[in-house]
């Protein structure tokens, strides 16, 4: 599904090297942690994935498709196999929980009953109920988890998580995680770039850490500490 191999990233106007010759693959059907400090080269190592960026060194294969390759109008055809949700959840201020899934499904252009499958995406993340309320009348969590269904309502096989939990109690931060864990159950592959240590040791799955850039350890049985 991801596949990094020898992978340098240096940002050039500060001559930052925010990846260094990074190797690690991701099959389909895994949860995996990306963890590290601030600065670790986490976001990073996502926008690669996003091909938000492009590497300076190695090669990044996005389902056998190397990212380097793709031509610049197939670009929207693999980023609809990503979903993403950030940190800020950004959801558009406007418009309610519904018809901002409904306005994602618009964007990459589907077509059909938009509503109904809105709607079952915010069932997937219980919150229906909430469907007509703008983004200000919700929780942070909920927030979220409208962030998290709109980043799976065109059920991309691959979920991208940018400090999903950061500005959530630690209650929600674990409703977050056991929601993420369920959709990964489904079959979606989910990356999760955290510097939590709590969330990591409590649901411990494969965790993959940073260190100044450079990929330290690689654990299958997961959790923060050694
Ligand atoms: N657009 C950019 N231009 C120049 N340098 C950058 C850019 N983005 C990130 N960096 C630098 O690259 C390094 C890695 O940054 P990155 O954002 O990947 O870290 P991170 O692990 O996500 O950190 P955090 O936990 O704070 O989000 C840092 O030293 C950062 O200053
Ligand atoms: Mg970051």
Same mark, same amino acid.
């Given at each position: 599904m991801v596949h990094f191999?020898?992978?340098? +990233? *240096?940002?050039?106007r500060t001559h930052t090297h925010a990846l260094k010759d990074v190797d690690f693959r991701i099959d389909k059907g895994e949860f995996v942690y990306i963890t590290g400090h601030s600065g670790a080269g986490k976001? *990073?190592?996502?926008?690669? /994935?996003?091909?938000?960026?492009?590497?300076?060194?190695?090669?990044?294969?996005?389902? $056998?498709?190397? /990212? *380097? +390759?793709?031509r610049?109008?197939?670009?929207?055809?693999?980023?609809? +196999? %990503?979903?993403m949700v950030f940190q800020d959840h950004r959801l558009l201020p406007n418009l309610s929980a519904l018809d901002n899934l409904v306005f994602a499904l618009r964007a990459t252009g589907e077509r059909g009953n938009l509503e109904q499958r809105a709607l079952l995406a915010l069932r997937q993340v219980a919150l229906a109920h909430k469907r007509k309320a703008p983004p /200000?009348?919700?929780?942070?969590?909920?927030?979220?988890?409208?962030?998290?269904a709109r980043a799976i309502v065109t059920t991309p096989p691959l979920l991208l998580c940018d400090e999903p939990t950061g500005n959530l109690d630690p209650d929600t931060s674990w409703e977050i995680l056991e929601l993420l864990n369920d959709?990964? %159950?489904? $079959?979606?592959?989910? /990356?999760?770039? *955290?510097?939590?240590?709590?969330?990591?040791?409590?649901?411990?799955?494969?965790?993959?850490?940073?260190?100044?850039?450079?990929?330290?350890?690689?654990?299958t049985t997961g959790g923060y500490s050694l």
């Open positions: 191999s020898r992978v340098t +990233k *240096t940002y050039p976001s *990073t190592l996502l926008s690669l /994935i996003l091909r938000r960026i492009l590497p300076t060194e190695g090669t990044v294969l996005i389902a $056998g498709q190397d /990212i *380097t +390759k793709v610049e109008r197939r670009l929207p055809f693999l980023r609809r +196999k %990503i979903g /200000i009348e919700l929780s942070l969590g909920e927030q979220q988890r409208v962030a998290i959709i990964n %159950i489904r $079959g979606t592959t989910v /990356i999760v770039a *955290t510097h939590s240590r709590d969330l990591v040791d409590r649901l411990r799955r494969r965790t993959i850490v940073l260190r100044n850039g450079e990929l330290v350890r690689d654990d």
